[in-house]
């Protein structure tokens, strides 16, 4: 919604500018105000905001209004850029050691998700080839060392625990151990900690100063507010991060904390965690970032999963089906078969611009229920499929009996199926609104 | 001086404390004008209590200054304070035996620490505490209990991770019946709440409760991390309409981060906050204060 919101109200301010050849400053600062908002509602710094607003109205004024765009989309364009820009032009990698043993420090706040990223990191890490040790150095949380260690056991990963000895102690031993044990990358899994604790940032000073770390990475929730900056800064003064992890991201939080990070350490953001599997760790790519805190929905990475899984020859049929309305059951079942070679649908839907999770209540599914829907399906005649409306109670109640089911579960899937409709409609005019082969979608576009 | 450069020198000079900032802007302002208007609301911002919110109170206060001829920034300061405090609603958890309290938030919060933190208080005020791990997801999130039900002096009852959450709490709710304890408090895995399965295991917990032990007084709480955004309104709001949070727990005060947005979640959401979390030991945990909580802000 709030990508639509954004732009509905800059084509307002807009509006009567309609016909005129340029951007003026009055024109400018009116919209800037919708920016602002956007971006303070999505938890950029309230002083990386002032600064950004300033330049992008810098960059904006005098433009002129090219013909192949409204304004509004145009002023959105230059602060899409300008906050891409802002995160990184590119994607940043990883620092290894060209000869020894490569060290990876993760610090953060408590409960940002450094265990789990560790795990992730290294899983990812032994997939490329290399050969991880994770280091258990939290001494202080309880069952902190046996979290890692069963993450460690779930990926198949060495972990090296020395008990609660001193955090420095442990992480000089595991390196020496990792030289021995031919591990050619070292995680270090720190304790979490508060930023103006002296005593515990010490630690992680001589930490740094023990093992010469190759990368020292900043573990930031995603759901950070304006305090993440003053976070950020404090780890970054202490320790010189050389980037940062983003975590919980697969959930509806804007993740203005990235861009506000970003802005005062410089630092660039390495990767974000999606999800609780041990899997769900992805490179950065900061224009999806860009239009995600702007509320446009991660729309590259949408069109990436989706060209990777998606038959094209299906989804074209599925489009000109859906045009011609006559989009039934058996379509459906087939659609809902491809969505799930995307990845869970709950990230999907989250990639999926103007749609908030929240708005798409019951047009979730998980494993089972497609089997239960399958089951369902194949149970109705072919003219049902064909034509749900004529499925009534009796019809219903056949239909659960068939499928094993109950009559709720008939009921939910033939309202997902009309939400599923509704949605791809609305999908398709969003679409028609943004011109065409803007932002292609090869599924959802429809 | 590049772009980077500048931003952090003035981000460095605005760290001052904000107590600092209120202070020497109201000092030197003669008059109310909008310049001073404009500044309280950056400070509100700055405490997470979000737009919305701030423009609320904001213009509240705009009211107020006319009507009542609010002439003085210490009168300013003392009005919106007020207005602050009076957005929060009045606090109803008593317990009474016997109680179930599920403890519920998205992950990282500082859920199992605050559980280790009532119990302890409970216990300190003569209740029988039991606590059910019923976080069977994540790693070792049973032995992180079991250390704090060891710290406190309490039962845990537990299950092997990956065991159904809801046959750990009803384990819990026969002991509870069995040992004649006061209060069980229930342990939950970190989920996000944009997870509708995950939300429906939580709902499930709820039921199990009411229908296990429909004598027993149950309660939600929401853990809440005091560094979060704006997302807290969306997290309250839909764990609200799926087990009836009846308050808040507002965690990791001692930080620098302000938790302005439980401000945003009381004049959304009608919701109190109960407790808030001041360090990692046992006994930080204190009642919640508006009055404290909104002299941090300032
Ligand atoms: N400084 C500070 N740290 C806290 C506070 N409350 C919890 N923590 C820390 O935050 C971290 C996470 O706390 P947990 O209790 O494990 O959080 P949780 O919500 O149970 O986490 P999951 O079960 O993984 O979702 C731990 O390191 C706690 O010690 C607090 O009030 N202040
Ligand atoms: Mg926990």
């Known amino acids: 919604m709030a990508f639509e919101a954004l732009t509905q109200k800059l084509e307002a301010v807009f509006k009567k500018l309609r016909g005129k050849g340029k951007l003026t400053e009055a024109d400018v600062k009116q919209a800037m105000r919708e920016v602002k908002l956007a971006l303070l509602e999505a938890d950029v710094n309230y002083k990386v905001v002032k600064d950004f607003i300033q330049r992008v109205t810098e960059r904006a004024v005098g433009q002129e209004v090219m013909e192949s765009l409204t304004p509004a989309q145009q002023v959105i364009k230059i602060v899409n850029d300008e906050l891409t820009r802002l995160m990184g032009s590119k994607e940043s990698r990883l620092n290894f050691s060209p000869s020894k043993v490569t060290v990876i420090m993760m610090v953060g706040l408590q409960g940002s998700g450094k265990t789990t990223t560790a795990g992730k990191l290294g899983l990812y890490l032994s997939k490329k080839g290399r050969r991880p040790l994770l280091v258990a150095a939290d001494i202080y949380r309880p069952a902190a060392i046996k979290q890692l260690q069963v993450v460690g056991e779930k990926i198949g990963l060495p972990v090296f625990t020395m008990g609660e000895q001193n955090p420095v102690n442990i992480s000089r031993a595991a390196l020496e151990y990792a030289s021995r044990h031919n591990n050619d990358v070292v995680i270090i899994d720190t304790a979490g900690r508060l930023h103006i604790d002296d005593e515990l940032m010490q630690e992680l000073i001589n930490i740094k100063d023990a093992v010469n770390p190759d990368e020292i990475l900043l573990v930031v929730d995603s759901m950070t507010g304006q305090d993440a900056v003053n976070v950020a800064e404090a780890f970054h003064n202490k320790l010189q991060l050389t980037g940062l992890i983003l975590t919980k991201l697969d959930g509806d939080t804007r993740g203005g904390a990235a861009l506000s990070i970003k802005a005062v350490t410089g630092c660039p953001i390495k990767f974000v965690g999606m999800g609780e599997k041990l899997t769900d760790l992805e490179p950065f790519y900061p224009e999806r970032m860009a239009s995600r805190i702007l509320g446009m929905g991660d729309v590259l990475s949408l069109i990436e999963k989706a060209t990777a899984a998606i038959d094209h020859n299906k989804a074209r049929e599925l489009e000109e089906k859906i045009r011609k309305e006559d989009f039934t059951l058996n379509d459906f079942l087939e659609q809902l078969k491809q969505v799930r070679k995307m990845g869970s649908l709950d990230q999907i839907l989250n990639m999926i611009p103007g749609f908030s999770p929240q708005k798409l209540q019951g047009v979730e599914f998980n494993e089972k229920e497609l089997v239960h829907i399958e089951a369902i399906i194949n149970s109705m005649t072919k003219e049902e499929r064909l034509n749900p409306s004529i499925i009534n109670g009796s019809r219903r109640r056949r239909i659960a009996m068939g499928s094993g089911t109950s009559v709720q579960d008939v009921n939910r899937l033939l309202r997902q199926f009309e939400q599923t409709k509704k949605m791809m409609k609305q999908l398709s005019e969003l679409e028609k609104g943004k011109k065409k082969g803007r932002f292609k979608l090869p599924f959802f576009n429809l | ?298």
């Open chain 2, 1 to 298: 001086m590049g772009f980077f450069d500048r931003l952090k020198q003035s981000l460095a000079k605005t760290r001052d404390s904000l107590a600092g900032k209120v202070e020497s802007l109201l000092k030197f302002s003669t008059k109310i004008d909008e310049d001073t208007l404009e500044e309280l609301e950056e400070i509100l911002i700055t405490a997470d209590i979000g737009v919305d919110t701030t423009e609320k109170l904001i213009s509240r206060l705009r009211e107020k200054v006319k009507a009542e001829k609010i002439k003085s920034p210490e009168e300013l300061k003392e009005a919106l304070k007020n207005e602050i405090i009076n957005v929060f609603p009045e606090p109803k958890f008593d317990i009474i035996p016997p109680a179930i309290i599920l403890i519920v938030g998205v992950n990282g919060v500082g859920k199992t620490t605050t559980i280790g933190k009532l119990a302890y208080k409970f216990k300190s005020k003569g209740k029988k505490v039991i606590l059910a791990a019923a976080d069977t997801f994540r790693a070792a999130a049973t032995e992180q209990l079991s250390i704090w039900g060891q710290r406190v002096g309490v039962d845990v009852i537990k299950h092997q991770e990956g065991s159904d959450p809801a046959s750990v709490l009803f384990d819990a709710i026969q002991a509870g019946k069995a040992r004649r304890a006061d209060i069980i408090i229930c342990d939950t895995a970190g989920r996000l709440h944009t997870k509708k399965n995950l939300m429906e295991e939580l709902k499930k917990l709820y039921r199990v409760s009411e229908k296990e032990y429909p004598e027993a007084r149950i309660s939600s709480l929401l853990v809440l991390d005091a560094t979060t955004g704006q997302n807290a309104i969306a997290q309250a709001r839909i764990f609200k309409e799926a087990v009836n949070i009846s308050g808040i727990i507002l965690t990791k005060l001692d930080g620098t981060a302000k938790g302005g947005v439980a401000v945003a979640i009381a004049s959304e959401l009608n919701l109190p906050v109960l407790f808030v979390g001041v360090g990692e030991g046992v006994d930080d945990l204190q009642e919640f204060d508006p009055n404290a909580f909104v002299d941090a802000i300032f």
